[in-house]
T-cell receptor
Framework: KQEVTQIPAALSVPEGENLVLNCSFT??????LQWFRQDPGKGLTSLLL?????REQTSGRLNASLDKSSGRSTLYIAASQPGDSATYLC?????????????FGKGTKLTVNP | EPEVTQTPSHQVTQMGQEVILRCVPI?????FYWYRQILGQKVEFLVS????????KSEIFDDQFSVERPDGSNFTLKIRSTKLEDSAMYFC?????????FGPGTRLTVT
């Protein structure tokens, strides 16, 4: 059974700092991995999707990497801003059997202090 | 930019009552999902729906749950007889290609 873990559970940084959020998964047979942002009491906003054949994806100040064989992904946020404060979720879609479901980690709660 | 919408944003119901949560997926999407998130816990998959039938469901999605796409735009989740433990945020999602897009959620409170 796929398990997704995110470390740290919470992170507080000063504005302008570069930071890395970590995601690990137990079954490397994934189809793709998605990073989401969740604001308090709100829905999930998709940030980046990495396919199993890719090593990284970039969008603006965000860069996500994937090391499928070791079961790890990182989300790098450059020059953090207070508006980046949110919970960041990692989710994997299994690669075998045509599974549709995303399996989520519990998230990392990020606070960027002005 | 097209987005997934959900109604209502908050639903309060009594234990044993039936509830229907509504979603309007992005218009050209073909795959539809329901997830839930109990307060303080992970987002959990409930069901996926494609070509007018369930393609996958989790252990949570028992006989008390059903889904329907009654017309070309709506996608609904019905809980027949709600329990206290059904209290959660319910998210609808849809996709056309690889990426799943989520709605803002319906907070269901069962009293």
């Amino acid at each position: 059974k796929q398990e997704v873990t995110q470390i740290p559970a919470a992170l507080s940084v000063p504005e302008g700092e570069n930071l890395v959020l970590n995601c690990s998964f137990t079954d490397s047979a994934i189809y793709n991995l998605q990073w989401f942002r969740q604001d308090p009491g709100k829905g999930l906003t998709s940030l980046l999707l990495i396919q199993s054949s890719q090593r990284e994806q970039t969008s603006g100040r965000l860069n996500a990497s994937l090391d499928k064989s070791s079961g790890r992904s990182t989300l790098y946020i450059a020059a953090s801003q207070p508006g980046d404060s949110a919970t960041y979720l990692c989710a994997v879609r299994h690669g075998e059997g045509g599974s549709e479901k995303l399996v989520f980690g519990k998230g990392t709660k990020l606070t960027v202090n002005p | 930019e097209p987005e997934v919408t959900q109604t209502p944003s908050h639903q309060v119901t009594q234990m044993g009552q039936e509830v229907i949560l509504r979603c309007v997926p992005i218009s050209n999407h073909l795959y539809f999902y329901w997830y839930r998130q109990i307060l303080g816990q992970k987002v959990e998959f409930l069901v996926s729906f494609y070509n007018n039938e369930i393609s996958e469901k989790s252990e949570i999605f028992d006989d008390q749950f059903s889904v329907e796409r009654p017309d070309g735009s709506n996608f609904t989740l019905k809980i027949r007889s709600t329990k206290l433990e059904d209290s959660a945020m319910y998210f609808c999602a849809s996709r056309l290609r690889l990426e799943q897009y989520f709605g803002p959620g319906t907070r269901l409170t069962v009293t």
